[in-house]
């Protein structure tokens, strides 16, 4: 069975920083690009940054460029999600995403939530 599960989020203060984890199970991770999606409270979810399987540029939401990095750990079938620098608005539930031909699946999100 394909798990996606995300641990790192919290409430932080403008400017502070925060980790995001997903773990991946039951696929071969290492062969498909991973990717960062957010859902603001009545707002669209958002492609907030992807990484390819191998090598490659990872690419970036324009909102968060110089301010987010993500990566991956192949050995252990985790991309993580560094959020430095972080601004009220990128308060939103943060998904882990893996897309595998026709099949989309999704984590059960982890919400971060940023004062001013």
């Known amino acids: 069975q394909v798990q996606l599960v995300e641990s790192g989020g919290g409430w932080v203060q403008a400017g502070g920083s925060l980790r995001l984890s997903c773990v991946a199970s039951?696929?071969?991770?290492?062969?498909?690009?991973m990717s960062w999606y957010r859902q603001a409270p009545g707002k669209e979810r958002e492609l907030v940054a992807a990484?390819?399987?191998?090598?490659?540029?990872?690419n970036y939401a324009d909102s968060v460029k110089g301010r987010f990095t993500i990566s991956r750990d192949n050995d252990k079938n985790t991309v993580y999600l560094q959020m430095n620098s972080l601004k009220p608005e990128d308060t939103a539930v943060y998904y882990c995403?893996?897309?595998?031909?026709?099949?989309?699946?999704w984590g059960q999100g982890t919400q971060v939530t940023v004062s001013s």
């Open positions: 990484i390819p399987s191998y090598g490659g540029p990872a």
């Open positions: 995403n893996v897309r595998r031909s026709e099949t989309i699946t």
């Open positions: 039951g696929f071969t991770f290492s062969i498909y690009t």
